[in-house]
Structure formats: structure tokens, C-alpha cells
């Protein structure tokens, strides 16, 4: 199997962060993981797309009957044995302290799934993985669901000149790139886009998306003038 290919490193990516990917496969990726840079890119870009969802999964109580499992194989089930001799104090630590480890282990079980009911995932939706043209994905764009605001997530960190700025384009089928305006980083791992009425009819012309580097304030000519360092087909 070539593993060098980028539909093929992309796939099993979105495999192994669903969970779907396992036995030697899971193994055999782990090891291709640990020493590609590129394929960890490409896990982690498929961990933001799917992160949103994870806060939005409602949380559901543990049936009785598991939780009487739990206290049956910790040994909870029953008051512990304690001699009627023990002085009153060390009576109660006995009861006390077995009753504290079920506590912190009925917490320790119960952490993963409890999930603060004032998280909420902001509506959005994929638009492209934007990548070098060594397939090495950098930029995840999402619109958000209200229309106003184009979001960019960062796979790793992007560092820019002081007098130099990232310009979106959209690449229409035929014809010159159409500027959507110059991306607001926030820092080298976020930018924003405002979605206007004129960048919204550019938007919708494209087929793709590209980033170039430009002087601040973006290209002068209408075109792009540096080096286009990202792109990506737009999803439908």
C-alpha cells in the first residue's frame, strides 16, 4: 500500500480520529504518525473538523445496574468488616475512608462524560482544507451558519513578516482569481474573513481557494503578486 499517497494519508486520517481504523491498520498508521509531519497535520485537521460535534453530545445517565458493577467489583457493596474494638475514631476513618475512595472513583468513571451544559459548538460548516503544494494541510475554512464571517483554524502555527498579510482568493472555473479580501489573523492559528454582500457573489463564483502573500493591505492589482502558499477545492 503506498502511504505517500494524499487521498489514501487523508482517509485513513479521518479513520483513525472517528475510531473506525483498528487492529495492525491502527498499529501500522501509529508508526507512519510518529515519524510524518504531514500526516499529523492531516489527523489534527480532521480532529478540528469533527470537534464540534463532541460538545454537542448530550450526556446519558449510567443505568443502575452498571453502576452496581462498579461498586461490586470495588468492593463497595457492602459496609467493610470493622471491629467493634476499634476506638470510635479509627471506627469512623474505616467507614470514612472506604466511603471516600467510592466517591473519588464513582467521579473518576463519571469525569468523561459530564460535559458543562453551557458549551455549545458554534454553528458552522466546512468549506475546504486548504494545503501546500507539498499536500501538507495547513488551513481549515468554515462559514459560519449566520452568513457574516469566513473562519480559518490553523493546523500549526502561521508566522508572516511584519509588513507582509494573507490574501483569500476564490478561483473560479475560468477566468481571474476574484479577491475576497485580506485574512484578520488573530494569531498564527486563526484568521477571519468578513463575508460582505460583494465577497459573498466573489465567494460563490469560486471552485477553489487559494491564500497568497501580499504587502500589507493586500494586492494592489486585482491578482495575486506573491507566492500562492495555500489552496484547496471549495466542498459542495
Same mark, same amino acid.
Given at each position: 500500500m503506498k502511504y505517500d499517497n494524499p487521498e489514501l494519508q487523508h482517509r485513513l486520517a479521518a479513520e483513525y480520529v472517528l475510531g473506525t481504523l483498528q487492529g495492525p $491498520?491502527? @498499529?501500522?498508521?501509529e508508526r507512519l @504518525? $510518529?515519524?510524518s509531519e504531514a *500526516?499529523?497535520? =492531516? &489527523?489534527s485537521a480532521w480532529e478540528l473538523r469533527l470537534s464540534p460535534w463532541t460538545a454537542a453530545v =448530550?450526556?446519558?445517565p449510567v443505568p443502575a445496574h452498571v453502576w452496581m458493577g462498579v461498586q461490586r467489583r470495588l468492593g463497595f457493596t457492602a459496609a467493610p468488616d470493622v471491629p467493634e474494638k476499634l476506638p470510635? *475514631?479509627?471506627?469512623?476513618?474505616a467507614y470514612g475512608s472506604t466511603a471516600v475512595a467510592a466517591v473519588f472513583a464513582v467521579l473518576l468513571i463519571m469525569q468523561p462524560a459530564v460535559l458543562p451544559p453551557e458549551i455549545v459548538p458554534v454553528a458552522t460548516r466546512d468549506l475546504a482544507v486548504l494545503s501546500t503544494d507539498k499536500a501538507e494541510a495547513v488551513w481549515i475554512v468554515r462559514a459560519r451558519h449566520d452568513g457574516k464571517t469566513l473562519e480559518f #483554524?490553523? *493546523? #500549526?502555527? &502561521?508566522s508572516l513578516p511584519a509588513d507582509r498579510e494573507l490574501e483569500l482568493w476564490a478561483i473560479p472555473a475560468e477566468g481571474a482569481p476574484l479577491s475576497l479580501g485580506v485574512m484578520k489573523m488573530s494569531n498564527g492559528r486563526h484568521a477571519e474573513v468578513v463575508l460582505t454582500a460583494g465577497v459573498k457573489s466573489r465567494l460563490a463564483q469560486g471552485v477553489a481557494l487559494a491564500i497568497s502573500l501580499e504587502p500589507a493591505g493586500g494586492s494592489i492589482t486585482g491578482a495575486p503578486t506573491g507566492p500562492v502558499l495555500y489552496s484547496g477545492k471549495l466542498q459542495g
Amino acid at each position: 500500500m503506498k502511504y505517500d499517497n494524499p487521498e489514501l494519508q487523508h482517509r485513513l486520517a479521518a479513520e483513525y480520529v472517528l475510531g473506525t481504523l483498528q487492529g495492525p $491498520a491502527r @498499529l501500522r498508521f501509529e508508526r507512519l @504518525l $510518529a515519524g510524518s509531519e504531514a *500526516l499529523r497535520r =492531516k &489527523v489534527s485537521a480532521w480532529e478540528l473538523r469533527l470537534s464540534p460535534w463532541t460538545a454537542a453530545v =448530550k450526556t446519558v445517565p449510567v443505568p443502575a445496574h452498571v453502576w452496581m458493577g462498579v461498586q461490586r467489583r470495588l468492593g463497595f457493596t457492602a459496609a467493610p468488616d470493622v471491629p467493634e474494638k476499634l476506638p470510635g *475514631l479509627w471506627r469512623w476513618w474505616a467507614y470514612g475512608s472506604t466511603a471516600v475512595a467510592a466517591v473519588f472513583a464513582v467521579l473518576l468513571i463519571m469525569q468523561p462524560a459530564v460535559l458543562p451544559p453551557e458549551i455549545v459548538p458554534v454553528a458552522t460548516r466546512d468549506l475546504a482544507v486548504l494545503s501546500t503544494d507539498k499536500a501538507e494541510a495547513v488551513w481549515i475554512v468554515r462559514a459560519r451558519h449566520d452568513g457574516k464571517t469566513l473562519e480559518f #483554524s490553523g *493546523l #500549526s502555527n &502561521v508566522s508572516l513578516p511584519a509588513d507582509r498579510e494573507l490574501e483569500l482568493w476564490a478561483i473560479p472555473a475560468e477566468g481571474a482569481p476574484l479577491s475576497l479580501g485580506v485574512m484578520k489573523m488573530s494569531n498564527g492559528r486563526h484568521a477571519e474573513v468578513v463575508l460582505t454582500a460583494g465577497v459573498k457573489s466573489r465567494l460563490a463564483q469560486g471552485v477553489a481557494l487559494a491564500i497568497s502573500l501580499e504587502p500589507a493591505g493586500g494586492s494592489i492589482t486585482g491578482a495575486p503578486t506573491g507566492p500562492v502558499l495555500y489552496s484547496g477545492k471549495l466542498q459542495g
